[in-house]
C-alpha cells in the first residue's frame, strides 16, 4: 500500500510540473511568471527540506545569481530595462536553472516520469502559444 500512495503522489508531482511548465513557456504576461517563481520556491524549499542539494549545486546557483543581478543592474542604470523587469528576469533565469537541474536528477527514460516527457512541456507551451497568437486568442 506504501507504494501505491508513493507513486500517486509522483503522478501528482509530474502533472503539476509539467502543466507548469506549459503554462510558463505559453508566456501568458502575469500568470507565467507567477507559475515560474513558485515552481522555484517549491523546488527550493523541497531540496532543502530532502537535503537533495549539494555545495557544487548551491555554489552553481549563487554565482550564477549574483552574475545574473550584476547583469540586469547594468541593464537598468543604463535604463535598457527597469528595476522591476531586473528583478523578474534574475528569478526567471536562476528559477529556471533549479527547474532544469530538479528535472535532470529523473533519470527513467519511460512514461510518465522521464526527462524526455518533462522537455517536451516546453515545446508544447511554445506551440500553444504560437497557435494562440495565430487566432487572436
Known sequence: MK?????SS???SFYLLFISLVLTTMNIPKLST???MLMF???VLKGLIVK???EAFLLRIIFLSLFVATYFSIMAYYEYTDIASSIKYTVCIVGMYAIGFAVGKRSKPLWPYGTLWIMLAP????VLFSFCVSIKC
Open 3 to 7: 507504494d501505491t500512495y508513493k507513486h
Open 10 to 12: 509522483m503522478n501528482i
Open 34 to 36: 507567477g507559475i515560474l
Open 41 to 43: 520556491i517549491s523546488i
Open 52 to 54: 537533495s542539494f549539494n
Open 123 to 126: 515545446v508544447i507551451g511554445s
